[in-house]
């Protein structure tokens, strides 16, 4: 964690450095940088929010390499692995028939749609994030792309609070 007045001074590329886990998505880190300073923390999330809505489904494909599949927690104590890692912490590595449900559901899912399962893990139990797996399986492609941005943006904006604060 880093004060914002501590961010808005940084050198670009360090400022960069510690916002690039919050998304794979480079030219939302600098612009997002290169928009400081800013006044309150505030107004640092509505532009980062701001900044979200120009994507599409270009950057779900891009940013999905920071995103490893839902119950497949990554080993590593770096950047995304990490921040993963604690946002799937809800999901009960110890139930087998819910991973075995998960794995299955992952790959329906990748069949049909061509990229992994994405979903804000944070706040959800592994049952929470299967039902909405299963949910999201009947959806047209136009709806789940943008159910899937919409996850990723939650999910960018979480990873963002725990890296800047007052
Ligand atoms: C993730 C992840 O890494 N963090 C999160 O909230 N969701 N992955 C995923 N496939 O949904």
Redesign the pocket.
Known sequence: MIALHEFNHLPHEKAIALIHPCVALPGWADALAQGRPYASREELFSTAKALTQAWGEAALTQA?S?????GEKPAGSQG?AA??RQ??AAVNEGDADLARALREGNARYEARFGR???????GRSGEDILQALHARLENSDAQEARAALE?LRE?TL?RLEGVISE
């Open positions: 999905l920071a995103h490893p599949r839902i995304e921040l993963s946002e799937q992994v399962f994405l979903i804000r893990a944070k996850q999910i979480l």
